[in-house]
């Protein structure tokens, strides 16, 4: 079969056109049908999230970094539960080539049970996997029901699911395309043998979650078709009909309240997998005319040899968490309200690359997109009366993707990730007030913390630190959220494989708004030999588990290496430590016009330092009482005011200035050629 062209994948995102079976259902609807279905609908799928949280073997499916959803016959999205936005728009790719290629052989029917992951048929990478299920009532297709997760494992050639050595796509494990894995509502033994002896490292954690996905998705299957025997099939095509024409009248009526014009972003990104390097990750031109948006590529850094790549269906996804996080956040999950956005990839960037490209670490890239777009929104709506309140700086978007894998305290497998680095990042700055301390996961705003407790049991660790992580926010006159930090120590076992997947140790990724500072980067930091465990016994007084008071006072010794946030597999021994960061978010606005009592709030809460009150927002008070010298803190800022302004130069001069200067050429190898980020020559992979 052929696999999707990207034109094939643009047109699959719209919605079909409506059938005159579906006009007519929709025209029976009484009046507060809808308002009463719809919600049957969230009802369904958030009962089926619930299943899925529950049922879940992997830390993403614990912690809710998932997708529960409903679509047509045609395969449209009509509504979703979402951990993760990231899922939404993009499944229908996966049902409608089901539908072209698959109708006739092996054909679709009552109890089949489909399964895929792989990006080239619309998916975001690997380790993202969907069980589809379809709905068929008296032998018609009526519905489609999906439930996506992420696992944390694919037989890669490094554990973990997303291996950042990875050259091209045959050396990222398990890439499968969309296939019957069961029939008569029933898994197919054979296939869960062949998942089994495939060369995963953790078998039952992959088996276990795919039997999640089916159990959720059929869960969804019974309820509509108990809404079919209560109010009728009519009702139920009539309703999808009706949920699709409301969402895409919402999304034409707010997209031509937008302003006309071109806004662009650019977002680098500061290294590829292990290799510090330098990227155009995306460079944006955000076009709003005629009642669409259009979002062209043109000049973003052209494909590399690694897992760092992006298929575009996956950039879409990304863009999804932002536009229903903010923009669209009032209108329903689904296809039509993407009906007047269109996109434009130009051929070989490294949001669009070859087939053979690796793009199991894609998120790292497709993260750079969603970021760029807030900026280009934040740029376009700031003037408007009605959704000024809306603009945000980005979400804090780097974190420690730590994978641990071995044996566990109980004798099992495991190859699993430690998903609190994940879910605490800060939200971005927002025009009216801080962004939201540990707010989530910037590819999944519901996500939550694991328990620690949960880990501890499950894992062979112990959580021995997990806090704010103090001065991870950037600042402004509205703050970003803070960023957590946690410390691991490997326990109960002689030893653990461990790596870490990211980006963002050089470049902050997310870029903060209108005079706001950057959040902090990420360190890789971990520690071999040290003696916490022989303090801890002997009760020693001077220990405290503060993270700032450990990297300041160096009161636990050992081995200490520090490096970029990717780091190659290692063994780690018993008493040896990891530490786990999660990026604060950008600021917004001048820090100098912060209130000074919301700075004192800050500091006691632990969420800045003294420094930062002192030297960059420039406020006086007293250390001890923690009470701000009001006449003095104007006369800070109003010194420093004078001195930017001393500082400061023409744009003019800048420019001059500032075209000059080139970054390393070592730092270039991915760049293309500088600075337009044009390629310079083919990619060749193993």
């Known amino acids: 079969m052929p696999i999707p062209t990207l034109a094939e994948k643009l047109a699959w995102l719209k919605p079909s056109p409506p059938t005159p079976h579906e006009i007519e259902c929709a025209a029976k609807l009484a009046q507060g049908d809808y308002e009463i279905g719809a919600q049957i609908t969230n009802d369904i799928l958030d009962e089926a999230m619930e299943i899925f949280v529950r049922s879940s073997r992997s830390y993403f499916g614990v912690s809710g970094d998932s997708m529960v959803a409903i679509f047509t016959a045609n395969g449209d999205l009509i509504n979703a539960s979402c951990g993760t936005y990231l899922h939404a728009i993009i499944q229908p790719i996966v049902i409608k080539f089901i539908q072209k290629y698959y109708a006739e052989n092996p054909g679709i029917h009552d109890g089949d049970i489909w399964y895929t992951n792989d990006a080239l048929y619309g998916g975001i990478h690997n380790p993202d996997q969907v069980a589809l299920i379809p709905v068929f009532h008296e032998g018609r297709l009526i519905a489609w029901a999906t439930a996506a997760l992420h696992t944390t494992e694919t037989g890669a050639v490094e554990p973990g699911g997303m291996p950042v050595s990875a050259k091209s796509r045959f050396e990222e494990g398990l890439n499968m395309p969309p296939i019957k894995i069961g029939e008569n509502f029933k898994i197919r033994n054979d296939f869960l043998e ?86 155009r990750a995306c460079f944006l031109t955000l076009t709003k005319k005629d009642g669409r948006l259009v979002f062209n590529f043109e000049g973003t850094s052209p494909e590399n040899p690694s897992s760092y790549n992006v298929h575009t269906q996956a950039v879409v996804g990304h863009i999804a968490n932002f536009m229903y996080e903010y923009f669209f956040h009032d209108l329903p999950i689904c296809s039509s309200t993407f009906a007047p956005i269109d996109f434009e990839f130009p051929e070989g960037i490294i949001l669009n690359p070859d087939k053979l490209a690796a793009t199991s670490c894609c998120v790292y890239i497709g993260m750079q997109a969603r970021c760029a777009t807030h900026n280009a929104f934040a740029k376009m709506t700031f003037s408007s009366a009605s959704l000024w309140q809306q603009v945000a700086a980005s979400p804090g978007s780097q974190h420690t993707a730590q994978i641990c894998a071995g044996v566990s305290q109980w004798k099992l497998a495991i190859s699993d990730v430690l998903s609190f680095s994940l879910n605490t990042q800060g939200q971005g700055g927002r025009a009216a007030t801080d962004g939201m301390d540990s707010y989530g996961f910037a590819w999944c705003a519901f996500g939550r913390a694991p328990d620690s407790e949960q880990v501890e049991s499950e894992l062979p660790l112990s959580v021995m630190l997990s806090q704010h992580w103090r001065d991870s926010c950037g600042h402004g006159i509205h703050r970003g959220g803070s960023g957590a930090v946690q410390q691991w120590m490997v326990h109960k076992v002689p030893d653990i494989v461990s790596l870490c997947m990211g980006n963002g140790s050089k470049v902050p990724l997310g870029q903060p708004m209108f005079g706001g500072y950057a959040s902090s980067p990420i360190p890789g930091i971990s520690v071999k030999k040290t003696d916490l465990l022989k303090q801890m016994k002997e009760g020693n007084p001077e220990l405290t588990m503060d993270h700032r008071e450990i990297m300041e006072k160096a009161t636990v010794h050992g081995d200490w290496t520090y490096e970029l946030i990717a780091r190659t597999p290692k063994v780690y021994q018993e008493g040896d430590l990891l530490f786990g960061f999660s990026g604060g978010g950008p600021g917004y606005g001048d820090p100098l016009e912060r209130d000074p009592e919301f700075v004192m709030e800050d500091l006691k809460k632990c969420l800045i330092s003294d420094w930062t009150a002192t030297e960059i927002y420039k406020i006086a008070y007293d250390h001890e009482r923690r009470k701000v010298d009001i006449e003095k803190t104007n006369q800070q800022r109003a010194a420093e005011r004078k001195s930017r302004l001393a500082r400061g130069k023409s744009y003019g001069e800048f420019e001059k200035e500032w075209n000059k200067k080139s970054p390393p050429k070592e730092a270039l190898i991915y760049y293309g050629t500088w600075p337009d980020a044009k390629s310079t020559g083919p990619v060749f992979r193993p």
């Not at 079919?228 to 707010?254: Q, S, Y």
Request: charged share 30%.
């Open 194 to 279: 062949m998942y089994s002896v495939y060369g995963l490292r953790a078998p039952a954690m992959f088996i276990s979650d795919l039997r999640a996905r089916c159990t959720t998705a059929d869960r969804v299957r019974v309820r509509i078709l108990e809404l079919v025997k209560k109010r009728g099939e009519d009702f139920v095509i009539g309703l999808m009909r009706k949920m699709l024409d409301t969402a895409e009248a919402g999304a034409r009526e707010k997209v031509k309240h937008l302003p006309d014009g071109k806004f662009r972003s650019v977002v680098f990104n500061d290294a590829i997998g292990w290799t510090p390097a330098l990227v």
